[in-house]
């Protein structure tokens, strides 16, 4: 984030200083995205995906640090987790054929990231949440031993004043305490970067949070955790947990988990979420650099702001605003709630969807967000990450002033026409959309999605197997299906 972390020390003093800081940097912004032509430039994308490191046997493998040393290249990062590392994809101009070089590109570094595992008998695998964990997989020894994961660890205990509590319902409702933060690592995904410019952000981020359920639902991966059968994305409800570092007395003015989908629609543009993260959690790493940010925008130049990257990156609502110093200073929006796998195209399939989605409702987003209120597109939000592609949610009709209880298969099927053409609109090459809303169609077509084949594996299996035989097969098929490139709508159901 522009500032190295070397220790986990902090007092009092240091987080008054930093709170200054993070107020000095929001003016500063402020006075960026007063600049007419700051922020103009054409739209990008990037990606980061994360992936478990496994072994021999399909369990977990703390290697990472290991292997981060090992691969030596900048794009590759440890996570919180000693079993886990994440990839950072270059950013490519949003035309042409973006996700096909994404593809190419991932091939390239898993294939090197794999090469280093070998010696280990280990590999890496993109799955929202790993069927073969256990209990005992998770705990403070797991944690990846740096200054920013134990402060982290540490100030959210803190706040927390007491055991994380784990309380999820399905079909095998799952009730735990942690008495840390490792089951965040439990979680991993595949998070978007898009970059858009100032003037739009606001429609474009509130087009991103109503289609956010529909995407989460199609691109579900995560249906279960220590053998329970849980929401579709269990990954959305088991990272707000966690991490809630609220406690008891926060409960009495409802003050919002740092894990949350959102406040209300934006109607000032990116200013607004950036100021609503500072006002309403604690900082955590209370760093300090040595730039003056408005004395940066004064000369001309476009400030680092690391202060308030730094906070924001200890906030986590599932669409978030980004600011980046880079290329005279640029917004984007990244979308974080979609889970990494099952392969490689149905996740440049979910990512040309979803962005095609929030161009195609631009233009209709200040009806659609006038009779849809904030509250209802957070239900919608659980709802689908509870039900997955099989879920209905509430959703607004732009020919009249009615809210219905819409599939989410049939929403999917409207829009798809719409984001088709606006995505060859912004000038992706028609092979590139027609390849990736193939995998869609598919998708739709056979109603399964990532978790769908999970559950479904599963349960075939048990005719035959134990629970902890059929989880552990089911992955060996997983795998298997990753590697032949085939989006899942094309796996076989026969185990």
């Known amino acids: ?200 952000f606001a429609d474009y981020f509130n087009a991103a949070q109503l289609v956010t359920p529909m995407m989460v639902a199609l691109g579900a991966n995560s249906p279960s955790l220590f053998g329970h059968h849980l929401w579709d994305e269990t990954r959305i409800t088991l990272f707000k947990q966690s991490i809630d570092s609220r406690a008891k007395s926060d409960h009495k003015w409802r003050h919002p988990p740092r894990v949350y989908f959102g406040m209300g629609w934006v109607r000032e543009g990116a200013w607004e979420l950036f100021s609503a993260s500072t006002a309403l959690y604690r900082p955590i790493i209370p760093i300090v650099g040595d730039e003056d940010p408005v004395a940066e925008v004064i000369a001309g130049r476009s400030p680092k702001l690391d202060e308030l990257k730094l906070h924001q990156g200890t906030t986590w609502p599932w669409n978030r605003a980004i600011y980046d110093h880079t290329e005279g200073g640029h917004l984007r929006i990244e979308m974080r709630a979609l889970p990494a796998g099952p392969s490689v195209v149905d996740m440049s399939a979910n990512a040309a969807f979803y962005i095609g989605c929030c161009l195609a409702l631009k233009k209709h987003i200040n009806h659609l967000i006038s009779i849809l209120p904030f509250n209802y597109a957070e239900h919608n939000f659980y709802r689908a990450a509870k039900e997955g592609i099989h879920s209905s949610i509430l959703w607004p009709s732009r020919s009249q002033v009615e809210l219905k209880e819409t599939p989410i298969i049939t929403v999917a099927q409207y829009l798809l026409p719409l984001a088709k053409d606006a995505l060859l609109e912004a000038q992706v090459d028609e092979v590139e959309v027609e390849r990736l809303f193939t995998v869609i169609e598919g998708r739709l077509s056979e109603k399964i999605s990532g978790a769908q084949w999970q559950r479904q594996m599963v349960k075939a299996l048990q005719k035959k197997y134990s629970k902890k035989e059929s989880f552990h097969l089911m992955l060996e098929h997983y795998i298997k299906n990753q590697t032949t490139g085939l989006p899942v709508c094309d796996w076989s159901l026969i185990p």
């Open 1 to 200: 984030m522009g500032i190295t972390i070397a220790t986990d020390q902090f007092q009092a003093e240091d987080y008054d200083r930093f709170s200054t800081k993070v107020r000095q940097n929001l003016h500063a912004l402020k006075m960026l995205l007063e600049k007419p032509e700051f922020g103009i430039g054409p739209a990008s994308i990037g990606a980061e995906l994360e992936f478990y490191i496994l072994d021999d046997q399909l369990n977990v493998s703390p290697i990472g640090m290991d292997l981060h040393e090992c691969i030596n290249d900048p794009q590759v990062t440890v996570e919180l987790n000693r079993f886990n590392l994440e990839y950072n994809l270059k950013q490519q101009v949003f035309s042409g054929s973006p996700f096909l070089a994404f593809e190419n590109e991932l091939a390239l570094a898993v294939s090197r990231i794999d090469a280093a595992a070998s010696p280990y008998n280990a590999k890496i695998v993109p799955i929202g949440i790993l069927p073969t964990l256990e209990r005992k997989d998770f705990g403070p020894g797991m944690m990846t031993n740096i200054p920013r994961y134990r402060i982290f660890a540490k100030c959210l205990r803190g706040m927390r004043g007491g055991p994380f509590s784990i309380n999820i319902d399905g079909e095998d409702a799952l009730h735990i305490d942690a008495e840390d933060v490792t089951l965040e690592g439990a979680n991993t995904s595949h998070q978007i970067h898009w970059r858009v410019n100032p003037g739009d």
